[in-house]
């Protein structure tokens, strides 16, 4: 069958056609069948599989990760009992209002002690800072080094929080003379909570 018989085929006399034109035609036919097949039913079919996978490995992924924290959960409960308990002796080093003022004199003494003379001691408006408030002691000392060393070391081991921030140490008289250290000494006090009843009668 060459090219000229091709083209004088008529689609009236379908049934005279030979029968190699007849395979090509039903092979056409097939083939547009297939394609329209898989474009409109198909195609759609594998994408809605696709997202059915990815779906599946989400959820699998996030079922490992349960999984993973229920077999955990034990150690989890014993280390958040472990937090309350550390967090429980933090707000214990923490002075309630009335033991500010001690707080403030045992700063004082612990430098006293050292051998160190006071030139300034401004204790300052508290910050609060959510749970807790800060109280920041601006001071001056006048010493030498391992006096400055002793205080410092003093404050550590206050039963209480005191921390020590911005530290400047100079001579005290323009490069001679005794040494000078200036800093801001911090305490910290609990906020505890006002029960609602109080809180309206407060108002």
């Known amino acids: 069958m060459d090219l000229n018989q091709i083209n004088e085929l ?13 395979a090509i035609l039903i092979l056409i036919l097939c083939a547009g069948v297939a394609g329209a097949w898989y474009y409109f039913d198909t195609k759609g079919q594998l994408t ?17 990760r349960k999984q993973q924290k229920a077999v955990n959960l034990d150690a989890y409960r014993q280390q958040l009992a472990e937090m309350q308990a550390s967090f429980g002796a933090m707000l214990r080093q923490l002075p309630d209002k009335t033991e500010v003022p001690a707080l403030l004199v045992d700063v004082s003494q612990t430098g006293l002690g050292a ?28 010493g030498t080094y391992p006096e400055f060393g002793d205080f410092i070391s003093g404050l550590a081991a206050l039963p209480r929080i005191v921390t020590i921030h911005n530290v400047n140490i100079s ?33």
């Open 171 to 203: 001579h005290a008289e323009g490069g001679r003379g005794p040494l000078s250290l200036e800093a801001t000494i911090k305490t910290y006090r609990y906020l505890e909570e006002t029960p609602p009843e109080k809180r309206g009668r407060a108002k």
């Open 115 to 142: 051998g160190l003379e006071f030139e300034r001691f401004q204790p300052s408006a508290e910050v609060k800072r959510g749970f807790y408030a800060e109280l920041p002691i601006h001071v001056r000392v006048v």
């Open 10 to 22: 008529d689609f009236q006399t379908l049934g005279e056609w030979p029968k190699v034109a007849k």
């Open 48 to 64: 809605r599989l696709e997202k059915a996978e990815l779906s599946e490995q989400r959820l699998r992924k996030d079922f490992e």
